[in-house]
C-alpha cells in the first residue's frame, strides 16, 4: 500500500496537553467558537457523512493529498496514535472520493476518533459499520488514485480554516471547529465562564424570557 511513500513530504509536530484536549471533549462546537471570539469552525458544506455519527474531540494529524488522490492518506495511517484526527485536503476536489470504510477502518484500528475533508467519501454501509464520524463536502462512489505526491505532518487549509497537526478538531452535529494549538489554554480556560452563561439563558428562555437582555437594557 505504500510502496510510493517516498513521493511523501513528512513532518514532525508537537502533540497538545492530553489536559487540554479533554477539556473540550465534551464541549459544544458553538461554545468552542464563542471561546475562539465567534470562529474556527469550517465552512457549512462540511458535514457528517453518517447520520448519527458526528461527535469526535481530538488532534489534528494533517496530510496533503490534492485533487483525486490519497496517497498522502494512505501514508499517514503510519502515524496515526490513539485520540488523533485525520484531516485529509483534497482541495475542495468532489469528482471523487478521497477515502471508503477500508482505510477510514485501519485509522480506527489505530486509535484515531475522527475524519474531516473538504473532498468526498465513498462507502456509506461499510462508514455506518466502522463507526468512525468522518466528515466530508459529499458523497461519491467514484475512487482516487495513489499516486502522490503528499505531506504528511504540513498545515493545510481545509474548507477556509487552516489546520496544523496538534492542532484540536472539537466536531458535532452543528460541524467541525479548528482549535490552533497556540491557543489551547486560552480556549480552555474561557468554556466556564461560557457554560455558565449558556445556562443562565436557557434558564431565562424556559422561564419565560421574551427580549435578548441586552435590547432591554438599551430601554
Known amino acids: 500500500m505504500l510502496d510510493d511513500a517516498p513521493k511523501i513530504q513528512r513532518r514532525d509536530w508537537t502533540r497538545p496537553d492530553p489536559a487540554h484536549v479533554a ?9 468552542v467558537v464563542d471561546a475562539l471570539g465567534g470562529s474556527g469552525a469550517l465552512e ?3 458535514k457528517p457523512a453518517i447520520a448519527g455519527q458526528s ?3 481530538g488532534v489534528a494529524l494533517t496530510c ?8 498522502a492518506l494512505c501514508a499517514a495511517l503510519e502515524s496515526v496514535k490513539p485520540g488523533d484526527v485525520l484531516v485529509a485536503a483534497a482541495a475542495g476536489h468532489t469528482g471523487c472520493a478521497v477515502t471508503g470504510d477500508l482505510v477510514l477502518g485501519m485509522a480506527r484500528n489505530s486509535g484515531a476518533v475522527g475524519f474531516v475533508t473538504d473532498g468526498c467519501v ?13 466528515f466530508s463536502v459529499g458523497v461519491t462512489p467514484n475512487s482516487p488514485a495513489r499516486n502522490g505526491p503528499g505531506t504528511v505532518g504540513f498545515p493545510v487549509v481545509v474548507a477556509g480554516v487552516h489546520v496544523a497537526s496538534g492542532d484540536v478538531v472539537v ?3 452543528d460541524g467541525v471547529v479548528v482549535v490552533p ?11 466556564p465562564a461560557i457554560r455558565a452563561a449558556e445556562a443562565d439563558m436557557d434558564r431565562r428562555v424556559r422561564e419565560g424570557l421574551r427580549i435578548p437582555p441586552f435590547l432591554a437594557a438599551k430601554g
Do not use: I, S, W
Open 64 to 71: 496533503d493529498c490534492g485533487p483525486a488522490d490519497n496517497l
Open 171 to 173: 466536531a458535532d452535529d
Open 122 to 134: 465513498r462507502d456509506l454501509p461499510g462508514l455506518r459499520a466502522v463507526g468512525l464520524p468522518a
Open 181 to 191: 494549538r497556540e491557543r489551547l489554554a486560552e480556549v480552555v480556560a474561557r468554556l
Open 55 to 57: 461527535r469526535f474531540c
Open 23 to 31: 477539556a473540550l471533549a465534551d464541549a459544544p462546537t458553538g461554545f
Open 44 to 46: 457549512h458544506r462540511v
